[in-house]
């Protein structure tokens, strides 16, 4: 009963009609810590040499099993070539549910112009993953026997495929993407389960700059396609160059286009997600290291304590004759 109640808190908090509409990898913040791969699978290889991340994020540190997620991603430009390769493990707790997957990518990059230091780029990327989901109900408690709690563990694996596209030059980017594209279901629950966990993203920015500062706008916008779920990300991180490397701050706000209904003290509203993200960071060499705060604003909350994400990474590989002439983080590493 306890898992229960926590899952239903946990739906009205986020605003979601549906848990299924974020199965596999959920889309936070990380992508704003230099790891725009996990969303994006055109982003493998983007620019030469390679990137690792390690991402941890905690949920209600007060709240008894609460959400966390844990991902390694890898991608790297095969030298010489125009394609690039990638691979995300990822592990995603949420009470009751888990679940564990693996992403392998394959991404080639098409370059307009002939002066290579010009970056002028179109990218296509494909993940095919397989995802293990897992149910317990060995806790679930009923005084009347309900067919549908089986009271053991159930698990069951399923394939899926993500595409992705990208277009840089120098400064601008923009990003699309159609994660869960084949619609697989879990069939992990007893009940009806729809076979549609497909959501839709787009990313555009542009990073301005003026001597060691740089500015750097963006906005993410998201559909889940089953619950019709939309949610938009405004975004703005700056970055400066210092003697040992680079600083770079941030803040993100993500508010959702519909709510959930509630009921309080006699009379009824709608709360639509708001989320506030600042995040910091530093770049030393070839090693990064961010970390964001997420805290939900509304009458509704299932804790006060946000969610807490850091990130680790390590860039190699790239020969600083193959950067481009411009101020482009993502891709120059």
């Not at 286009?257 to 509630?262: E, L, R």
């Not at 509203?269 to 070839?286: A, H």
Request: hydrophobic share 35%; charged share 20%; with cysteine.
């Amino acid at each position: 009963m306890k898992r229960f109640l926590f899952l239903t808190l946990s739906l009205l908090a986020f605003g979601t009609t549906a848990l299924r509409a974020q199965e596999g990898i959920p889309v936070y913040f990380d992508y704003l810590t230099d790891n725009y791969y996990l969303v994006y699978p055109s982003m493998a290889g983007i620019g030469e040499g390679g990137k690792i991340r390690l991402t941890a994020r905690q949920q209600w540190f007060s709240v008894e099993e609460a959400p966390n997620l844990q991902t390694l991603s890898f991608h790297y430009r095969i030298p010489d070539s125009r394609s690039g390769v990638g691979a995300i493990v990822f592990n995603d707790a949420n009470g009751y549910h888990s679940q564990t997957g693996l992403k392998l990518t394959y991404a080639h990059h098409l370059p307009f112009g002939g002066d290579y230091r010009i970056l002028n780029q179109l990218s296509f990327g494909m993940s095919a993953g397989f995802i293990q989901s897992s149910l317990d109900e060995t806790e679930f408690r009923s005084i009347i026997a309900d067919p549908i709690i089986t009271g053991g563990r159930n698990s069951v694996g399923y394939f899926n495929v993500d595409l992705g596209v990208s277009y840089s030059y120098m400064e601008f980017y923009a990003h699309a993407s159609v994660l869960n594209l084949l619609g697989s279901g879990r069939d992990l629950y007893t009940a009806i389960e729809f076979d549609n966990l497909r959501r839709y993203l787009f990313s555009v920015g542009y990073v301005f700059d003026r001597d060691k500062w740089q500015f750097e706008p963006s906005i993410l916008f998201q559909v889940a396609d089953f619950t019709e779920e939309r949610t938009i990300d405004f975004n703005a991180k700056v970055y400066r160059q210092v003697g040992f490397g680079t600083v770079w701050a941030g803040l993100s706000y993500r508010r959702s286009f519909s709510g959930a209904q509630f009921l309080t003290d006699g009379s009824s509203g709608e709360q639509r997600l708001q989320l506030f993200t600042p995040l910091v960071g530093l770049n030393v060499g070839d090693f990064m290291i961010g970390y964001n705060y997420s805290y939900q604003s509304g009458e509704i909350r299932l804790d006060n304590g946000g969610f807490h994400q850091i990130t680790l990474g390590y860039d190699f590989g790239q020969l600083t004759a193959k950067r481009y002439d411009c101020k482009c983080p993502a891709v120059n590493y």
